[in-house]
Antibody, heavy 114, light 112 residues
């Protein structure tokens, strides 16, 4: 059974940093591209970032480019999202997503507020 | 970026009756590999989105056959043949042909 479990969310002040993790199991993690998608409270879904199966290629939405860094450790079956220079508008539930949304984690809430 | 639109944005359905949601993309979602990368998701209240339909019309594992997808190019439709109480939530379409993947605004479905 595919499982994606996010962690690392919490309350952070504007300008602060946070690192999200996504622990994967139930499939060959190193074979698949992975994605981060977020959802602001009461809003729709927004694509954030992607990483290729070997980590050699990454993509960022314009809204997070230069502030967020996606990475993965295939030996640990874990996906990461390092977030810095956080803004109030980054407040959202962050989902770890396998392939083109075939499987989603339960999400982790990031709240940026003073 | 590819813009995805959905109509209607909300739908109230009597149990047992059909429902239909339209999704349009600003560019064709037909890839040179012959596949069309259009997906449908349902986000039930308090839950993560779950995949219903991939590549326009293929039902994902465990999805009831009352859900069906159709369309081509830029126009797509999700149909529920007989709505059940467990089908309430927000339905999203998503294009997966070009990064960034983009989502429709969502269609909120509730039961009359």
């Amino acid at each position: 059974e595919v499982q994606l479990v996010e962690s690392g969310g919490g309350l952070v002040q504007p300008g602060g940093s946070l690192r999200l993790s996504c622990s994967a199991s139930g499939f060959t993690f190193s074979s698949y591209a992975m994605h981060w998608v977020r959802q602001a409270p009461g809003k729709g879904l927004e694509y954030v970032s992607a990483i290729s199966s070997n980590g050699g290629s990454t993509y960022y939405a314009d809204s997070v480019k230069g502030r967020f860094t996606i990475s993965r450790d295939n030996s640990k079956n874990t996906l990461y999202l390092q977030m810095s220079s956080l803004r109030a508008e980054d407040t959202a539930v962050y989902y770890c997503v396998l392939k083109s949304g075939y499987y989603w984690g339960q999400g982790t809430l990031v709240t940026v507020s003073s | 970026d590819i813009v995805m639109t959905q109509t209607p944005l909300s739908l109230s359905v009597t149990p047992g009756q059909p429902a239909s949601i339209s999704c349009k993309s600003s560019q064709s979602l037909l890839h040179s590999d012959g596949k069309t990368y259009l997906y449908w998701y349902l986000q039930k209240p308090g839950q993560s989105p779950q995949l219903l339909i991939y590549e326009v019309s293929s039902r994902f594992s465990g999805v009831p056959d009352r859900f069906s997808g159709s369309g081509s190019g830029t126009d797509f439709t999700l149909k529920i043949s007989r709505v059940e109480a467990e089908d309430v939530g927000v339905y999203y379409c998503m294009q997966g042909i070009h990064l960034p993947f983009t989502f429709g605004p969502g269609t909120k479905v509730d039961i009359k």
